[in-house]
């Protein structure tokens, strides 16, 4: 095994930043460049947390700790400067160490601690960046429950067990999986709908903050803006786009209207759920053909915003798919509880067990899908086998 060096905080400027460094040289090197402040010298071991500066010959790099967090296996904690950062990572390529990203350091020292199969491994390094505890207690479970131990019990019983069976299992898994990736990573929630409607009144009232610009002038919103909040088991990053308007996107003098129609369509696209806003005091005018075509298909909530005025809206009118409605004001703020629930249901993340067997990485998701699809028992046990042990991508 070589030695690895990975930056384990995010990028950008902190207090602190955390370089971990492991494999068969990391003690070598750490005596290398470290030296310990006073004059006694470094012993390395395991539960140490040592104080002193790192070192490029005889030019100081910065004071740091450095914590011995098993055998050949340390953390470097430096101040957040990335330009510090920078300059040990450059030091410890240069005495050896490979460098790899944070989420391939801690596979390998996973790996090292003991022996697991690929989807504990795979579970243990999702809940790293799990947007919500309630994500990383559905990541916790597939290690030695959920889709781990679903896996093993197909081998287990793979002769008394119809291929059909274990089709329809990896159907349901793959349904579920649906719901727990939006609590594992979060929902990408965009706020569509006709021009001056309250998308971006929404959007503010939702997190609690002024994001966007409101205004009573229509189209006042030309880009997008996003903004995150909680809604309990969920975490939704809100984008308000453009208004569309076929008008504006094939006006050939305003290319400014014209790209944020265009990207307000990729942001749809893109979307796990559609908060369709519409004007409640409006009468129902037709809405933009672009706009339903983009939905189709997609988890839609329609929400009829500014009820402190006098309805004029005929919901009747509206096609059989937007159906799923909830009305507020933004404006005045009422409405909102019942719309973070209808949210959370549309979701389907309201009262979702956490403890059900799912799939949280694209290489589980194919293999399960080529589960479903097999013919033979002999094809099953290749891709249950592949599923439990095979090669980490990161």
Sequence with gaps: MSTFAAVMTGKGTGAIST???????????????????????????AGKILLGTISDGCETIDHVTIGCEGTNNFA??????????EMIMELLQRQGARLVTAEELLAKTLRAEKPIDTIALEAQLTQARARTIEGAKISANQIEGGLSKTAREWLENIDTKTAEQIAAEAGQILEASQTARLI???CKAVI???????????????????????TDIKGTTRDWVA??????????ELIDTAGLDEKLATTPKDT?????????????????LVLLVLDNSETCNPLDERLLEKIAGKKVLTVLNKSDLPARFDVGKLPEELAEMVQISAKLGTGIENLTEKI????????????????????????????KA??????????ITELLNGRLSV
């Design 19 to 45: 370089v971990a460094v492991f494999g068969d040289s990391a003690e070598a090197i750490i005596k290398k460049i470290f030296k310990l402040a006073g004059t006694k010298p470094a012993i390395l071991k």
């Design 76 to 85: 470097i904690n430096c101040h957040g400067n990335p330009l510090i950062v």
């Design 184 to 186: 594992i990573f979060g």
């Design 192 to 214: 569509a709908g006709p021009p001056n409607s309250g998308k971006s009144t929404l959007l503010n009232c939702l997190c609690g903050r002024q994001k966007a610009i409101v």
């Design 227 to 236: 903004a995150r909040c909680r809604m309990e088991t969920l975490s939704v």
């Design 256 to 272: 400014i209207k014209k790209a944020a129609q265009q990207k307000a369509i990729q942001i749809l696209e893109e979307a796990d």
């Design 344 to 371: 959370r249901q549309v979701c389907g993340v309201a009262g979702f067990d956490l403890k059900t067997a799912v799939c949280i990485t694209g290489r589980q998701e194919g293999l399960l899908e080529q589960l």
């Design 374 to 383: 097999a013919k033979s028992r002999e094809q099953m046990v290749s891709i």
